[in-house]
């Protein structure tokens, strides 16, 4: 197929002081995918996110939309420009309400001049239904799982071409991570392009298109999700038995 590229990053470095995390990743999203990077703890996973939305500095190439971007990128300017991440952390404001939370997200687009946020808020409760029924409660008082919805909720608000999710699912119990999952795949029919990064191999490559698979900053394999799932290094490293 031939969808527009979304993202694309080539011979991306990225260091802490004089440690190199990633060493040239190359990595591509198109139109309406969701691509998974997959890997052990410390292979760099968040390091290529914080990267991507310019939290850190990096070295090489990313063209987001067609445009490249320089060193001089900007969280702020990457936001207006769609692109939302949902940190591992979920950084959401404990003594706010669900509703509140929400509306931070759509804050960069308000303050554009687009008022929307009513109608978009509206689209967050049907994707996540307990949001709607905890909207007035304070968001320290959710269970891990509603706080994971609250914060793709709140990204969502933003109505983002590019979602990158750290590690949703960690932390979570198994019936809260299928949940979450579901949503991601029903987010996808949206039209949204997703960047998910993932410690959970199975549940990631079941729900993306193309995966790579990221090893000490390195990217050592990646392909079509059903044939990464299928390969044997992969079924040995990250599938085990299970
Ligand atoms: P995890 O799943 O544990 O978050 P990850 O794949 O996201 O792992 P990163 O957190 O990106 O990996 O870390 C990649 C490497 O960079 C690791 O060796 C880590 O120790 C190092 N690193 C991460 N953050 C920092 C930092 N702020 N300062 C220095 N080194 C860091």
Same mark, same amino acid.
């Given at each position: 197929g031939d969808? &527009?590229?979304? $993202? #694309?990053v080539s011979d991306l470095s990225v260091s802490y002081g004089k440690v190199e995390a990633l060493h040239g990743i190359a990595l591509k999203i198109r139109a309406g995918e969701i691509v998974t990077v997959i890997g052990p703890n410390g292979a760099g996973k968040t390091t290529l996110l914080?990267?991507?939305?310019?939290?850190? &500095?990096?070295?090489?190439d990313i063209v987001y939309l067609g445009q490249r971007q320089g060193a001089e990128r900007e969280v702020e300017s990457l936001v207006r420009q769609?692109?939302? $991440?949902?940190?591992?952390?979920?950084e959401l404001f404990g003594e706010m309400s669900v509703e509140d939370n929400l509306l931070l997200?759509?804050? *960069?687009?308000?303050?554009?001049?687009?008022?929307?946020?009513?109608?978009?808020?509206?689209?967050?409760? *049907?994707?996540?239904?307990? !949001?709607? #029924?905890?909207?007035?409660q304070l968001a320290g008082t959710l269970s891990g799982g509603e706080r994971q919805m609250l914060a793709m909720g709140r990204a969502l608000m933003a109505r983002?071409? $590019? !979602?990158?999710?750290?590690e949703p699912s960690l932390g979570l119990?198994? !019936? +809260?991570?299928?949940? +979450?999952?579901?949503? @991601?795949? #029903?987010?996808?029919?949206?039209?949204?392009? +997703? !960047? $998910?990064?993932?410690?959970?191999a199975r549940a990631a490559l079941a @729900?993306? *298109?193309?995966?790579?698979?990221?090893?000490?900053?390195?990217v050592s394999l990646e392909g079509?999700?059903?044939?990464?799932?299928? *390969?044997?290094? @992969?079924?040995?490293?990250?599938?085990?038995?299970?």
């Open positions: 969808k &527009p590229t979304i $993202l #694309e914080s990267a991507l939305m310019g939290l850190l &500095p990096a070295r090489g769609g692109m939302t $991440l949902v940190p591992e952390k979920r997200g759509a804050f *960069d687009r308000y303050r554009a001049g687009q008022r929307d946020h009513a109608e978009t808020m509206a689209q967050v409760f *049907d994707t996540f239904p307990r !949001l709607r #029924e905890r909207r007035t983002p071409k $590019l !979602l990158m999710l750290d119990a198994p !019936l +809260i991570i299928k949940e +979450i999952f579901r949503i @991601v795949a #029903e987010l996808k029919k949206t039209g949204v392009s +997703i !960047l $998910l990064v993932e410690q959970n @729900v993306a *298109d193309y995966g790579y698979v990221l090893e000490t900053g390195e079509p999700s059903g044939e990464l799932a299928n *390969d044997p290094r @992969v079924i040995e490293s990250y599938l085990g038995l299970g």
